[in-house]
């Protein structure tokens, strides 16, 4: 795990070959550009059309099923594919919003019956009021005066028919009309195969647009890679003669961009980063644990230099779901449910990222859940071979107190470690030693008891930890004697992070009381689930149902709980030890890869 480290290399050459060594340097891919010219100006895509073929492009790649794609463009027109696309998407809309309107009037209509509404002139001006009324309020239609008709019966209510020429008061009915509208049951049904047929249509019609989505994937790639040309001719130098561009690149391609330089007869210049310079942050990770990479850019990337905290927090993410989910039965389902997407989530780079880090969260969940011996709830029988792999017990509250608030420790200790190892070559990598000594000498109080030989050792480490963190917390430099009494006071008001160490620690106890209750309601919705099935009669299908929805809705909740505050453990109490300062992220200029969709 490592920030990249970077050069500022700046290329020079003639006005006349500017476009040139631009379109080379994004064929590199290599070089997170500089603006010279601090402009804010941004140039758009030159699309005619940028926004409406990229949600043109979104309708089509949304198509559950797709045609072969085209690979000749004979017969490719940009404008008119995107212009039929976007008609599709409202026509789409459209029918779908009138199916629902239709759905909805036939289930008014239909306990009605069918029958078309006559004009009052059929009536002799006299109209009719449709009423749906509660039972149980049909005496105070019975007490009016109106003439009235119960023509359909349900469990709940009573459909009336009332024949007047003025709406009835709201002291005579029970409750307000409702609105038939002028149309039949059975017209209304002829409408919604009408828009059933429609949206047959509009779908066949985006399924042969799909032909065209390799094409447009291209043609978006090409606009966005001559927009991201244009804004970099923005931002370099440029006189009568020379221009000037220059950027970040990383270290270990210096050479093929010296060489680029040489090739195409360009001065340049190489440089390390300055001390007061913040140059962009680039990650370098193994690809199996690179997801930890988007959980940090995710918060807050590191500082240039800083230290990269991608696979301790890719790891302690896996970990802390674990603890939280605590059931091996509950991992078994995430488990299928991975092996489901396995294929699909491996299309894309972000989607292999995603797929190690869930299988890296289903490994550990099996792993946890096994050790502390759950299974949807159940545990193993004593003396069986899932029985003597149990090792935890959850229900011990002072054991598993314990265990997570070592966790808890031994993540702010790691966090502080890093940050000794960032600063190895000052004295201020003392005053996170200091941290460390604090934490484990507390742990090993809590562990080991106040009355234990460790006692006094454990007290006088702490002494040393403060006295560490008093006297080189400060970076403030001695060139005065007031400057030692600054530094005595900066350290003094970093030692009073004690009580904020000591939250942070305990604020770990988290992972006990989340995976407690997990396994407390899986008992409980088993338990309810035996009771209900002692019941006679339709007992078992209550107890099956409950078995299932309360399962579902426990692993709903241990995985949201899990992402929350594994992340929240991570970006917020370990952040707050391990990482000071926040970068900004590399972005690379280079040409979009344009992806095209194979059967």
Not at 36 to 62: F, G, I, N
Not at 295 to 323: H, K, T
Request: with cysteine; proline share 4%; hydrophobic share 45%.
């Amino acid at each position: 795990m490592s920030i990249v480290r970077l050069k500022r290399l700046t290329l020079y050459g003639m006005a006349s070959e500017k476009d040139t060594v631009l379109e080379g340097l994004q064929q590199l891919g290599c070089m997170h550009l500089v603006d010279l010219r601090q402009s804010e100006r941004r140039v758009a895509m030159p699309s005619a059309q940028p926004k409406d073929t990229y949600e043109a492009l979104r309708h089509l790649e949304d198509s559950p099923v797709r045609r072969r794609p085209a690979s000749e463009d004979e017969d490719y027109d940009l404008d008119a594919i995107v212009e039929k696309a976007l008609w599709n998407r409202q026509r789409r809309r459209s029918v779908h919003d009138r199916l629902d309107e239709l759905k909805q009037q036939i289930r008014e209509v239909e306990p009605w019956g069918n029958f078309r509404l006559p004009e009052p002139r059929e009536l002799g001006g006299m109209r009719l009021w449709f009423y749906v009324v509660p039972l149980h309020q049909m005496n105070r239609v019975r007490q009016s005066d109106l003439t009235w008709q119960v023509v359909r019966k349900d469990h709940r209510n009573a459909y009336v028919v009332v024949v007047s020429k003025q709406q009835p008061t709201a002291d005579a009915m029970p409750v307000p009309p409702v609105d038939l509208g002028r149309l039949s049951l059975a017209e209304l049904r002829w409408q919604e195969e009408l828009a059933q047929a429609e949206r047959e249509e509009v779908f066949a019609e985006r399924w042969a647009l799909t032909r065209w989505l390799g094409l447009l994937k291209r043609d978006m790639a090409r606009a966005e890679n001559r927009a991201a040309l244009e804004h970099a001719g923005t931002q370099t130098f440029d006189s009568a003669e020379i221009f000037a561009v220059q950027g970040w690149v990383p270290q270990r391609r210096a050479k093929e961009v010296l060489g680029f330089a040489e090739r195409r007869g360009l001065a340049c210049t190489l440089d390390d980063p300055k001390p007061d310079e913040s140059p962009p942050v680039l990650l370098d990770n193994p690809t199996l644990l690179s997801a930890g990479e988007d959980l940090v850019a995710f918060f807050q990337l590191p500082g240039y230099r800083d230290w990269d905290p991608s696979i301790v927090v890719f790891v302690s993410f896996a970990l802390f779901f674990a603890m939280i989910l605590s059931d091996a039965g509950y991992a078994a389902v995430l488990a299928a449910v991975l092996a489901f997407m396995w294929k699909r989530m491996g299309r894309s780079a972000g989607g292999r990222r995603m797929r190690s880090l869930a299988g890296s969260i289903v490994g550990a969940s099996v792993v946890y859940g096994v050790l502390v011996g759950s299974y949807f709830g159940l545990a193993p029988a004593e003396g069986s071979l899932l029985g003597s792999l149990k090792i935890l017990e959850i229900n011990d509250f002072d054991a598993m107190m314990k265990l997570s608030v070592v966790v808890g420790g031994t993540h702010v200790a790691l966090a502080n470690l890093m940050v000794v190892w960032n600063r190895r070559d000052s004295t201020s990598a003392l005053a996170p030693v200091g941290w460390i000594t604090i934490v484990a000498s507390g742990l090993g109080l809590m562990l080991l008891g106040l009355d234990s030989g460790f006692a006094t050792a454990a007290w006088w480490a702490m002494g040393a930890g403060g006295a560490c963190i008093v006297l080189f917390s400060s970076e403030r430099q001695l060139r005065r004697v007031t400057d030692m009494m600054w530094r005595l006071l900066d350290g003094l008001k970093a030692a009073m992070g004690l009580s904020g160490a000591f939250g942070d620690v305990l604020s770990y106890l988290r992972l006990f009381a989340l995976g407690l209750s997990s396994a407390s309601l899986a008992v409980t919705f088993n338990r309810l689930a035996v009771q209900a099935m002692d019941t006679p009669g339709i007992g078992l299908l209550f107890g099956l149902a409950i078995l299932l929805l309360g399962h579902v809705l426990n692993v709903i909740l241990a995985i949201i709980s899990g992402v929350v505050h594994g992340l929240r453990l991570n970006l917020i109490e370990f952040y707050n030890w391990g990482v000071s300062g926040e970068g900004d992220t590399f972005r690379a200029f280079c040409k979009k890869e344009t992806l095209s969709w194979t059967q």
